[in-house]
């Protein structure tokens, strides 16, 4: 009855805006080698030009004039293909394309995708997942986050880490997405590595501005990553061993092409090399009377999973599943024999014979588990549904247990057992439809639901020794349940052949601890096409966010706290402009250059001092809001086809914080920029395939120092000050004058990588060889004060007051072996 009504409203719609003579042809377009749907592939009529292009499961629809039709298909890296028909009736029309060779690769026309020239999509960029396994990386392993830091308008946060701040926002601003589903989490080893695995994803798109109506609920950008779904054709793999993990990847069909399945897992092994060295270790350190027992290590796993079904050609499921955690553990166990012993309460000397044992145990792990199941079904041929059901949540779990026993009859048995355990749980469901009437309109509109759990932080601490009344106690927040639900609707309207209009709403509300907060958010971009190849944008986007991130570390960590809004913390909320000017050159390079300028309100700050571990308080008590801006200006050349890829990327940026309302005062109500605000980013990223069997590739990245707070001022006496400066001598208590006072020095690397490829008998194998900062440059890690000791002119000795750097990454290469089949 559902398929009818929705069938029979749209039906009676489409007769209205088209005439009978328009027909529609629809249909998936596919790699006609593996059978994997392809994702922004565009179709269009040869004659007038104009076209669709595919949707996220590779789903086209499009109305063309009934009669004698030609119609082409065309990929960024794969061969056009042209159809010709004679269109009588609404068609299902299949593309199943192949990668072009160096020749072809280049003739990309028709509609390209919407984040180039023609689209009316700014502030969104498109990498490609063979540019980022390319990228020469830390400790050779392949990290999307870490790619991503080198296009304009991300920040990076601290060296080596996979911070990710976007046109001057904080870090719980961003909405990562992995098949439609958020992730509260993405970082292994405190943001080392990223939980991302990219042998097990399709395409990455990340959303800086500009967004789209259907999307929401972060303020600075949107990470939109798809995995594979499989290879419908044949059973195909890979193995990967590096320095650090080793990956697998397998896909195939099940049976049949109807049924394929892909699964990737990945898991790091320095626990596991280290655990021999350990245990002999430990039995040197073992005698009769004394045994010594340590396990001790830390790994981090992912495993990722999607199997999905063709029920017929309008109906197919999917099911995804991800997992992964960073775990650290440690197991320690003491045996001791004592005999002839003082065992007596008196301390007289009591021959006698007993064991202690102490066992000292912690468990502590952190991490994502996401599950999707989802329905697409095509109603006719215009409307595109996609329902999904997801569960995903984020746990932080860590236990420390100390238990003593003994055979000795004066000594009382004890157990203690501490843990503290916080996180966030979601259930969802959504409802997405994909409408075009005709060519001039891309109708989306949707609904979403989202149950959210929060965890903000418990203690559980247990004691018992020998007859006494044991101790147990809960200390923390109690569980903190909230609603969502989110609305939208979006049109990318041609309003004609030089003038397109992305236009929607998004409406999303909150309710939480009988407070109610709603938000309707306008969005509007617009493109002026000028020629073929030139193109100006401008667009304008109001987000609005229900939850935050309390962090007060300059790296991630995994007690990073997810808390909602409540009523005294009100919704974050932000307005962003933007205008751009767009280049696409002979079809091979992309060029843009953007502006934007940002406001930020009610964002939060840990007021100074407090951290989220101290119980005195409720966490409301410990941050202040406030507001922020942001503006600044972007420049990206981007080539993506040919045997040379890569972009050029610069950034000229500022953002800036104020806390001045009464009660919430920081600074002494006074701006100040934000952590990592840095004026300039420059990079440069290149790979080169010189034959099938060598292929190199290097990044060059630039930028000024980001902000730090010191205290560059001392007191020698509480009521008389001096200023001793950065480099001056002087004793007495650090006064800090204001937040983020000092910038650090500049930062600026290297890497190179080249990988050597072979055909063997069943399979290609690959020997990867990369050099992380290939200088050897010491880049900053953090800048403490600190003092030496210097000789005066006099002849006496004093102190002087220094600021000395620390940096944790020399030049380091590695190694990885990699194995396709």
């Known amino acids: 009855m559902f398929k009818k009504l929705v069938l029979t ?5 489409s007769s209205i805006c088209l005439c009978a003579q328009n027909k529609t042809i629809s249909g998936y377009i596919t790699d006609s080698v593996t059978g994997e749907t392809l994702i922004g592939a565009s179709v269009f009529d040869t004659r007038t030009g104009k076209g669709v292009a595919s949707n996220s499961f590779g789903f086209y629809s499009l109305t063309m004039p009934q009669g004698e039709v030609e119609i082409a298909c065309t990929y960024v890296g794969y061969a056009q293909k042209n159809l010709k ?41 498109n990498v490609p997942v063979a540019q980022i396994k390319n990228i020469p990386s830390l400790l050779g392993e392949n990290d999307v986050i870490k790619a991503l830091q080198l296009l304009p308008g991300v920040q990076a946060g601290t060296e080596g880490f996979a911070g990710f701040y976007v ?53 600075s950008s949107v990470l939109d990553i798809r995995m594979n779904d499989g290879n419908t054709k044949k059973l195909h793999g890979n193995i990967s061993v590096g320095l650090l993990s080793t990956k697998m990847n397998l896909e195939g069909p099940l049976g049949s092409e109807k049924t394929i399945f892909n699964i990737s897992a990945r898991r790091t092994y320095y626990d596991i090399l280290a655990y021999p060295l350990m245990k002999y270790a430990t039995s040197q350190a073992s005698d009769e009377n004394n045994k010594t027992n340590v396990t001790a290590g830390y790994y981090f796993y992912d ?37 002839n012993a003082y065992d007596g309460e008196d301390g007289n000397y009591a021959p006698s014979q007993y064991t202690e044992t102490n066992h000292l145990k912690m468990d502590w792990k952190w991490g994502n588990m996401l599950t999707v199941l989802r329905w697409n079904h095509v109603f006719g041929n215009k409307l595109f549904m996609n329902a999904t059901a997801n569960f995903t949540r984020y746990r932080f779990d860590l236990g420390i247990g100390v238990d003593y026993t003994t055979t000795s009859q ?27 009437p005709s060519t001039a309109h891309d109708v989306k509109f949707g609904v979403n639901a989202v149950s959210h759990t929060f965890r903000p932080g418990v203690f559980v601490a247990a004691a018992h020794e020998g007859n006494e009344t044991p101790i147990d106690t809960v200390i923390g927040n109690a569980n903190i349940h909230a609603a969502e639900m989110i609305g939208f609707v979006e049109d990318n309207y041609s309003i004609c052949d030089f003038l397109k209009a992305n236009v929607g709403l998004h409406y999303s509300a909150f309710s939480v ?43 991630s960590l995994p007690t990073d706290l997810w808390v909602p809004v409540t009523k005294r913390i009100k919704p974050m909320k932000s307005h962003q402009g933007a205008f751009g000017v767009f280049y696409n050159l002979n079809n091979i390079v992309d060029l843009s250059v953007e502006m934007y300028y940002k406001t930020m309100d009610n964002v939060l700050e840990y007021r100074d001092g407090a951290t989220f571990m101290s119980m005195e308080t409720d966490w409301e008590s410990k941050v202040a809001t406030g507001r922020g801006w942001a503006y600044g200006v972007e420049f990206l050349a981007q080539k993506t086809v040919g045997k040379t890829t890569g972009w050029v990327g610069y950034t000229w940026a500022k953002s800036n914080r104020k806390f001045d309302r009464p009660g919430q005062e920081l600074n002494f109500g006074r701006t100040f920029p934000a952590k990592y605000d840095r004026r300039h980013d420059l990079s440069v990223v290149a790979t080169h ?23 560059l001022q001392n007191y020698t006496d509480p009521a008389e000050s001096s200023y001793f400066g950065e480099f001056s001598s002087g004793d007495g208590l650090g006064y800090i004058d204001q937040r983020n006072n000092y910038r650090k020095p500049d930062y600026h690397r290297l890497d190179l990588g080249i990988n050597f490829h072979k055909k063997k008998k069943y399979g290609i194998r690959t020997w990867n060889i990369s050099i992380y900062n290939v200088y050897n440059n010491n880049n900053p890690f953090f800048i403490r004060q600190d003092s030496k000791s210097v000789q005066n002119p006099n002849g006496s000795w004093s102190e002087k007051k220094v600021l000395k750097q620390y940096s944790i990454f020399p030049v380091i290469p590695s190694v990885s072996y990699i194995y396709k089949f």
């Open 303 to 339: 495993i990722n999973a999607k199997i999905s079904h063709r029920l017929s050609e309008n109906d197919r499921l999917f099911l995804s599943f991800y997992m992964g955690d960073d775990v650290v553990y440690a197991n320690f166990k003491e045996e001791s024999k004592y005999t």
């Open 689 to 711: 395939r010189f034959s099938e069997k060598i292929d190199v590739s290097g990044t060059w990245v630039y930028s000024t120092g980001d902000c730090a707070t010191l205290a």
């Open 9 to 13: 409203f749209f039906l009676s719609y």
């Open 85 to 125: 028909i004679n269109l009588q009736r609404d068609t299902t029309l299949n593309f199943p394309i192949t990668q072009g060779s160096e020749l072809q690769e280049v003739v990309v026309i028709g509609n390209r995708d919407e984040t180039g020239v023609k689209g009316t999509q700014m502030s969104a960029i």
């Open 513 to 555: 601890q009988n407070s109610f907060y709603n938000s309707l958010q306008p969005r509007v971009g617009l493109r002026a096409l000028v020629t073929d190849n030139l193109s100006l944008k401008a667009g304008y986007t109001q987000m609005s966010q229900y939850i935050h991130l309390l962090s007060n570390n300059n790296i």
């Open 410 to 436: 004066n000594e009382p048995d004890y157990d203690a057992n501490i843990a503290y355990k916080s996180g966030i749980r979601d259930f969802s469901g959504k409802v997405e439809f994909d409408w075009q």
């Open 167 to 219: 046109r001057g926002g904080g870090p719980d601003e961003n909405l990562f997405l992995l098949d439609g589903v958020p992730l509260y989490d993405i970082n292994h080893l405190g943001g080392f590595f990223s939980v991302f695995n990219a042998d097990a994803i399709k395409s990455v798109t990340l959303y800086k501005g500009g967004f789209p109506a259907r999307f929401g609920s972060r303020l």
